[in-house]
């Protein structure tokens, strides 16, 4: 089941195992069932603090149980957990046998304080790169409180599932059989769901902090930078921004990252967080910004309120709030978003297999969605507003030789349709002729570019036509002591190597100007 070099690092991460642990399996007579037994097997030939033993005690077969001895703590997979998985697979081991979680003790102490029972069932596939930072969460909490149960699903492998509870995107969360949330959580989103006063206490501890020398708004590639390059100068910095790593978290393979040949969106956030946990940065995240309030003074300084009501002052700002995927804004859109309306082909894609899909947008990203999507659903419309493709010539070629894709052209879509549970078509005018025409289809593949994170900044700065930050050579805004760097702002090039550049611009210039209107406080 697995490769010498896969069984290598196994062994030495399960070195890190100090409660001995069972893995206990629900099997049947499927091909699946005989390779999820291999792969126990496997790994518990590798621990001598591992056992492995079929029960066959569970209705989800094949699944199992990592189970900590003598304990009501574990998780649960129904399924084989490979692919993006194999890593919740393996820190589920370490966890469960006595590897610590590694959170802040006080959100820690949350978790395991959090009064009730929870069932969590979170269905997922095997090449969503989001799927496993819920997938850990939800684990994770359930280690710490073991009234908390987690069991991840596989959602191709359990199909009557995924139709009966009308699952079409992933990750979508259950909890004690109702509908929890879908999408991309971090264990802190998931926390202050159940926890209804977190989101109070966080405002209260921010309220209380003193001014800061350089304030980023935003952690994406940017903002990670930015917070860094002002730290590594001894300026007191905070980050503040929804979530750490930005839309690199949506990011599915990367290749153009120089000095890297490969790497993916979570790898990528990941290393970020912990380089800018290196310095001491103030992180806050789960902040949404809401108003800026610039200084009136040379020298004074820049306010920044929050969703949760805090607000931030500090000597100079860095804005790196990037930019999120831009909607078609037509009805039935927001109705059926996770519906059968997404964003993401690697991680939906499996959700539609044999059935038929729509791709709006004929750029490189709907060309290169098209494509990845005609190898896993029935059939794939690609409808674009020009009257020509954008993507580039070799994507095109690569298209048009697929035989169950066709592409329409000069296409504006009207509306998305569905029987109230989910998508069933889509709505689109002919600019040829204007004639309405409708598709029958169940998923609709939204790519058509991106919208800057800036409508709190209307009126404050200035911004351009597009909704931009406007910035000079320098990431210096209109606003005295205001820097923007990133997707947010009007630096062209939309990548993650030209945003990390711009970030480092920006703070240095923040420093510039703290140079010449203040002294720094004391770090």
Known sequence: MLDASTTAQLKTYLEKVTIPIELVA?????????????????????????????????????????QRVGTDIGVQFAGIPMGHEFSSYVLALLQVGGHP????????????NLDG????????????????????????????????????????LFRDEVEQRQVLAVPTVFLNGELFDSGRMSI????AKLDSGAAAREAEKMKGKDPFDVLVVGAGPAGATAAIYAARKGLRTGMAGERIGGQVLDTMAIENFISVPHTEGPQLAAALEAHVREYEVDIMPMQEAVELIPATEEGGLTEVRFRNGATLSARSVVLATGA?????????????????????????GPLFKGKRVAVIGGGNSGVEAAIDLAGVVGHVTLLEFDNKLRADAVLQRKLHSLPNVDVIVSAA???????????????????????LRELALEGVFVQIGLLPNTEWL??????????EIVVNDRGATSAPGVFAAGDCT??????IVIAMGAGATASLSAFEHLIRTSAPTAA
Request: hydrophobic letters at 30%; proline letters at 4%.
């Open 458 to 467: 209307k009126g404050t700065i200035e911004l351009s036509e597009r909704g």
């Open 26 to 66: 629900s099997l049947d007579d499927t091909p699946k069932s005989a390779e999820l037994a291999e792969l126990l097997t496997e790994t518990a030939a590798l621990s001598d603090k591992v056992t492995y033993r079929r029960a066959d005690d569970e209705a989800r077969r094949p699944s199992f149980r990592i």
């Open 188 to 191: 802190e989103q998931i926390v």
């Open 101 to 112: 979680v590694k959170i802040s003790d006080e959100l820690a102490d949350t978790i395991k």
């Open 324 to 348: 999120r995927w831009r909607t078609m804004n037509v009805p039935g859109e927001q109705e059926y978003r996770n519906k059968g309306v997404t964003f993401c082909p690697h991680c939906d």
């Open 117 to 156: 029972d929870y069932l969590f069932e979170t269905y997922l596939s095997l090449s969503c790169q989001n799927c496993p930072d819920v997938v850990q969460a939800i684990n994770a909490m359930s280690v710490l409180n073991p009234r908390i149960r987690a069991v991840a699903i596989d959602g191709a």
């Open 413 to 435: 879509t009207t509306e998305v349709i569905g029987d109230g549970a989910k998508v069933t078509g889509l709505r689109y005018r002919d600019r040829d002729t204007d004639e």
């Open 490 to 495: 009007t630096t062209p090039f939309k990548q």
